[in-house]
């Protein structure tokens, strides 16, 4: 199984900041990669799959980098919107895995 | 509107079993595969089990395998889960997803409660 390990657990930042979101796996997953933004009580939303690619709707301000084992979430400019938990999942192998997450919070 | 809805979650002893319903509208449900993602209380997200578009190719967890069986019928654009032998660890927040290519989960349900507990 493949392991994804997030970092850093949570993110403290302030409106109109940079957020950088990490996510490695314990093997290489080639760029079948994709991030989820979730806030409570709320389902997980698809922002980002293979590793880059915006989903519909997806503002312009969320993007995605990376390749085989090591991805980058990064939101330009944090919207209030934005304070959330973000996932990352691999659908390289069987089964299907998520990271930890990482949760950014207003600082 | 592209909607799943879940239902069929409860409280239910260990042991025992349930079964989940995700009703789909606003796509044309037998072209897509369909996920089940749950969510124990204050925790991550693990994924349980997939069947393809009609549904002949299904996959689990190995935290679910043999006692778990996913299925659907496209003519009542309904996909279902069928929980046997249930245990403690099952509690979760049951999702189903709609998969947008092979493995990415571009649409989700509000999701339905799993309580297990004597």
């Known amino acids: 199984e493949i392991v994804l390990t997030q970092s850093p657990a949570t993110l403290s930042l302030s409106p109109g900041e940079r957020a950088t979101l990490s996510c490695r796996a314990s093997q290489s997953v080639s760029n079948y990669l994709a991030w989820y933004q979730q806030k409570p009580g709320q389902a997980p939303r698809l922002l980002i799959y293979g590793a880059s690619n915006r989903a519909t709707g997806i503002p312009a301000r969320f993007s995605g980098s990376g390749s085989g084992t090591d991805f980058t979430l990064t939101i330009s400019s944090l919207e209030p919107e934005d304070f959330a938990v973000y996932y990352c999942?691999?659908?390289?192998?069987?089964?299907?895995?998520f990271g930890e997450g990482t949760k950014v919070e207003i600082k | 509107q592209v909607h799943l809805v879940e239902s069929g979650g409860g409280v239910v002893q260990p042991g025992r079993s349930l079964r989940l319903s995700c009703a789909a509208s606003g796509f044309t449900f037998s072209t897509y595969g369909i996920h089940w993602v749950r969510q124990a209380p204050g925790k991550g997200l693990e994924w349980v089990a997939v069947?393809?578009?009609?549904?002949?190719?299904?996959k689990y967890a190995d935290s679910v395998k043999g006692r778990f069986t996913i299925s659907r019928d496209s003519s009542k654009n309904t996909l279902w889960l069928q929980m046997n032998s249930l245990r403690a660890e099952d509690t979760a927040v049951y999702y189903c997803?709609?998969?947008?290519?092979?493995?990415?989960?571009?649409?989700w349900g509000q999701g339905t409660t799993v309580t297990v507990s004597s």
């Open positions: 997803a709609r998969d947008m290519a092979v493995g990415e989960m571009d649409v």
């Open positions: 999942q691999q659908r390289n192998n069987w089964p299907l895995t």
């Open positions: 069947i393809s578009y009609d549904g002949s190719n299904k």
